[in-house]
């Protein structure tokens, strides 16, 4: 549940609240909810480090060699079997 909450910021503050918000696309709201997430987070609490050991059967050496692995998974598009007709 959302509960309200009233804040007041001097006109400088705002003009940059407003600013950031609507460059994003963003309500005020949500900008200060995002910038609160980000300033109590609990330390060590990384998103990115929360999603480790997500997926099954990986290399233990992936982080490692990831630039090896990439290069052997990644696949080049073929190239179509037709060509414009060149203007003489």
Same mark, same amino acid.
């Given at each position: 549940?959302?509960? #309200?909450? *009233?804040? !007041?910021?001097?006109?400088? /503050?705002?003009?940059?609240?407003?600013?950031?918000?609507?460059? @994003? =696309?963003?309500?005020?709201?949500?900008?200060?909810?995002?910038?609160?997430?980000? %300033?109590?987070?609990?330390? =060590?609490?990384? #998103? %990115?480090?929360?999603?480790?050991?997500?997926?099954?059967?990986? #290399? /233990?050496?992936?982080?490692? *060699?990831?630039?090896? !692995?990439?290069? /052997?998974? !990644?696949?080049?598009?073929?190239?179509? =079997? !037709? @060509?414009?007709?060149?203007?003489?």
């Amino acid at each position: 549940m959302m509960r #309200p909450l *009233q804040i !007041y910021l001097d006109d400088s /503050e705002f003009e940059r609240l407003e600013k950031w918000a609507d460059a @994003r =696309g963003w309500t005020k709201s949500r900008a200060v909810r995002a910038a609160l997430r980000a %300033l109590t987070r609990i330390e =060590g609490e990384d #998103p %990115l480090l929360s999603a480790s050991g997500m997926i099954d059967a990986l #290399p /233990e050496d992936l982080s490692e *060699q990831i630039d090896c !692995y990439l290069n /052997e998974t !990644y696949i080049a598009e073929k190239r179509s =079997g !037709y @060509r414009k007709k060149r203007r003489k």
